[in-house]
């Protein structure tokens, strides 16, 4: 087997792991979400804190880490 042979061995190799770790990515499930009860989430806000103005809440009712549906008056452990 000549050089040439072995480094074009190697390059189709190094391509095809990178091809694989690309499926692999494209086709993880999306990270999984906290119970509302794990969460201590609750349908009244914490003095200021509340689903309205957290980092994770997505209106109208969608919360990007805790199952189902939130009020925006609510609030939970992993307000952010
Ligand atoms: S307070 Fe908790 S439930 Fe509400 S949006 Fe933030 S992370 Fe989600």
Do not use: D, H
């Amino acid at each position: 087997m000549g050089v040439n042979q072995r480094r074009r061995q190697f390059l189709t190799l190094v391509a095809a792991t990178g091809i694989l770790s690309g499926l692999q990515a494209f086709f993880a499930p999306a990270r999984a979400k906290t119970s509302q009860s794990a969460a201590a989430y609750r349908n009244s806000p914490n003095g200021r804190q509340r689903c309205a103005n957290c980092s994770w809440f997505e209106a109208p009712s969608g919360c990007g880490v805790v199952k189902g549906a939130v009020s925006a008056r609510g609030w939970c452990a992993l307000w952010g």
